[in-house]
């Protein structure tokens, strides 16, 4: 079974440009979560969509979004970019557990954004 | 406020030592835990799952503990290889809203 996809695996933009990133999940997966790493911060949630409906949402401004399509492919989108965004972007998909599963969290490579 | 942490931040030890890595967490209400391990500039990779209900699980020379009341798990791994350097991270998936929330890690280097 193929595993989390996403791409592009690297980025580069000048601030103030917008950006958008895609996460293919596991086929029959249909939870994908977001979220950025950055050495100071750590991994920190951005959000979940779950059956094309946002679930959670952490603690970002609103420049970010997201949104996930009927075969569950998760993109977000960063708008106004400045340089605090450069960042390692990983989706993980899952099985949730209002389907009978522990929502374990599977990971794709990630994206790599530098902001110029 | 869930907080998790994860200490050491960084450790090394030689080849062949039995090892444990640590996470705590603040709020004990989790649905799970899980621990990744992560090469650099590289996405997290699974190794291990724990329900809030079990006190362990192994996956090869990998062991994790789970003491919910306390806050508490450990990852134990045995007779470390220079292929298990990596940074390890446990997360808690909370039980009200399944929000996930990460430690920052331990760095390990298991010197040859």
């Known amino acids: 079974k193929a595993g989390v996809t996403q791409t592009p695996r690297y980025l580069i933009k000048t601030r103030g440009q917008q950006v958008t990133l895609s996460c293919s999940p596991i086929s029959g997966h249909r939870s994908v979560s977001w979220y950025q790493q950055t050495p100071g911060q750590g991994l920190q949630f951005l959000f979940e969509y779950f059956s094309e409906t946002q679930r959670n949402k952490g603690n970002f401004p609103g420049r970010f979004s997201g949104r996930q399509f009927s075969n569950s492919r998760s993109e977000m989108n960063v708008s106004t970019l400045e340089l605090g965004d450069s960042a390692l972007y990983l989706c993980?998909?899952?099985?949730?557990?209002?389907?009978?599963?522990?929502?374990?969290?599977?990971f794709g490579p990630g994206t790599r954004l530098t902001v110029l | 406020k869930q907080e998790v942490t994860q200490i050491p931040a960084a450790l090394s030890v030689p080849e062949g030592e039995n090892l444990v890595l640590n996470c705590s967490f603040t709020?004990?209400?989790?649905?799970?835990l899980q621990w990744f391990r992560q090469d650099p500039g590289k996405g997290l990779t699974s190794l291990l799952l724990i329900q809030s209900s079990q006190r362990e699980q192994t996956s090869g020379r990998l062991n994790a503990s789970l003491d919910k009341s306390s806050g508490r798990s450990t990852l134990y791994i045995a007779a470390s290889q220079p292929g298990d350097s990596a940074t390890y991270l446990c997360?808690?998936?909370?039980?009200?809203?399944?929000?996930?929330?990460f430690g920052k890690g331990t760095r390990l280097h298991i010197l040859p």
């Open positions: 997360a808690v998936i909370m039980n009200r809203d399944d929000k996930i929330i």
């Open positions: 993980a998909s899952s099985l949730p557990r209002s389907q009978g599963h522990y929502n374990e969290q599977f």
């Open positions: 709020d004990s209400a989790i649905y799970n």
